[in-house]
């Protein structure tokens, strides 16, 4: 990691930002139109106020975000296919 990002992690872990390395995330859990949290490989759960997917949209749409949910319907989303 470099300072940069050591820097920003520091910053946010003093705001009480928490921080899950090497987890593979199975799906981005969604309520509504919100994402409230992921769901891991392995099954477990994790709750958040804001969940960032630092992936490919397209990956994360296709992968992530339930399929008949409302990001992937929204106009204008990469998600939708022609």
Not at 27 to 44: H, M, N, P, W, Y
Request: one cysteine or more; hydrophobic letters at 40%; glycine letters at 8%.
């Amino acid at each position: 990691m470099t300072d940069q990002k050591r820097a920003l992690v520091a910053i946010a872990e003093a705001q009480g930002v928490t921080f899950r390395y090497k987890s593979s995330v199975a799906r981005i859990l969604v309520d509504g139109q919100r994402a409230t949290g992921v769901q891991l490989a392995d099954g477990e759960q994790l709750e958040a106020d804001v969940v960032i997917a630092n992936a490919d949209l397209p990956y994360v749409c296709e992968s992530l975000l339930p399929e008949n949910g409302p990001a992937r319907a929204s106009r204008g989303c990469c998600c939708r296919r022609a």
